[in-house]
């Protein structure tokens, strides 16, 4: 029997001042330039864990928010308060019978 989780958590300021710049490059295991800290993080050589990263844009939306260096920068610099949110990131567990690419494919059409 399978089971299924979805668990969904908010990224703020308010603890430790996290860098959602950081959270992006170490989630798909990549190097992003964090502006408003003026620090790389560099991620590429994290191979657990990260199959593919994509980021899912609405239809309509510019070009630049498929960048996730562009994206998450602006994201830090449009948000001013101290406690601001500034993402949200869904964990949802897959059926671990299927294949690393079924497995992306899934999620990837439940987002």
């Not at 980021?55 to 001013?80: D, F, H, M, Y």
Request: one cysteine or more; glycine letters at 4%; proline letters at 5%.
């Amino acid at each position: 029997m399978a089971l299924y989780r979805l668990e969904a958590k908010i990224f703020s300021r308010e603890k430790r001042g996290r860098s959602v710049v950081a959270a992006s490059a170490y989630r798909s295991g990549s190097r992003i330039h964090d502006d408003k800290q003026n620090r790389d993080y560099d991620y590429k050589r994290r191979t657990k864990g990260v199959i593919e990263s994509v980021v899912l844009c609405p239809e309509n939306s510019p070009e630049w928010t498929a960048n996730p260096a562009l994206l998450w920068n602006r994201v830090e610099a449009g948000e001013k308060r101290v406690d601001a949110q500034l993402a949200r990131e869904f964990v949802l567990a897959v059926p671990p019978e299927l294949d690393a690419k079924a497995q992306f494919e899934l999620a990837v059409g439940w987002a």
